[in-house]
């Protein structure tokens, strides 16, 4: 190869590198990011032992880059989390009855196992002193659009900011739990939990004014938003005038 082509491929990669860096996207008015929360609980006692928490807001559980994100955006809403739950038992002696539930704030903490149990969606597994249930793993997902009102996501009873959790919290709340009791109900338990609680969140400024606006599935920042008129004609945001579709140049027919 000349060196006069090798000179011209070096420099077309440098200026292909010059131009990615000097392409810098705008911050987007909406961002969707799934923050993670972390933490070891150890259980014991001879009761109905139950850990829960909020999963509406993220102020009692504040996971890694929630204060960063809510520098750039004013509020945000929790549309759904995904918990990873890993469970061993220490006990030699002991099986353990593990609940995961999740429900209605006012009601979770206070319901006993039994009651637990005829939840909807209540998953209840054993943890043995012995074998390969010596340790459990489960991941529970819940979409919140599947429990609250259609179009919670438009709700500001549903949007917290940096220093308030959503109202909703304090007034409901929406919570996720794990309860534990002894297989024969008296001894003592003896297990360590482990929690990975992923919280699915829109950040965003200017207050939404539709659900779709926040479809999880389709980006915000990817979509041109636009308005519908009563004649059917879509306006878009960056022109008053509505588009009119152009006409094909029609040909000139040719004379015999």
């Not at 077309?12 to 010059?18: C, H, V």
């Amino acid at each position: 190869m000349s060196k006069n082509k090798k000179h011209s491929k070096r420099q077309s990669r440098k200026a292909k590198r010059r131009s990615n860096l000097a392409y810098c996207p705008p911050l987007p008015d909406n961002f969707s990011a799934t923050l993670n929360y972390t933490s070891r609980s150890q259980v014991s006692g001879t009761a109905f032992t139950v850990f829960n928490f909020d999963a509406i807001g993220l102020q009692a559980l504040q996971p890694t880059y929630r204060d960063q994100l809510l520098a750039l955006y004013q509020q945000y809403v929790v549309f759904g989390v995904t918990i990873d739950v890993k469970i061993v038992n220490k006990s030699a002696t002991v099986d353990a009855e593990v609940v995961d539930y999740h429900g209605d704030g006012y009601t979770v903490a206070a319901l006993t196992s039994a009651q637990a149990l005829e939840y909807k969606h209540t998953k209840r597994m054993m943890c043995t002193t012995t074998g390969n249930k010596k340790s459990l793993a489960y991941t529970r997902t819940v979409w919140f659009k599947n429990f609250l009102p259609k179009n919670f996501i438009s709700d500001s009873r549903f949007w917290g900011t940096a220093s308030t959790a959503p109202s909703y919290s304090s007034d409901r709340g929406y919570q996720l739990a794990v309860g534990f009791l002894a297989a024969d109900g008296t001894s003592t338990l003896s297990l360590t939990m482990d929690r990975r609680i992923k919280f699915h969140v829109r950040f965003f400024t200017l207050a939404p004014t539709t659900l779709s606006v926040f479809d999880a599935d389709n980006s915000a920042e990817n979509q041109k938003p636009s308005l519908q008129t009563n004649a059917g004609v879509v306006l878009d945001s960056d022109s008053d005038q509505p588009e009119v579709p152009k006409k094909k140049p029609t040909k000139p027919l040719k004379k015999h």
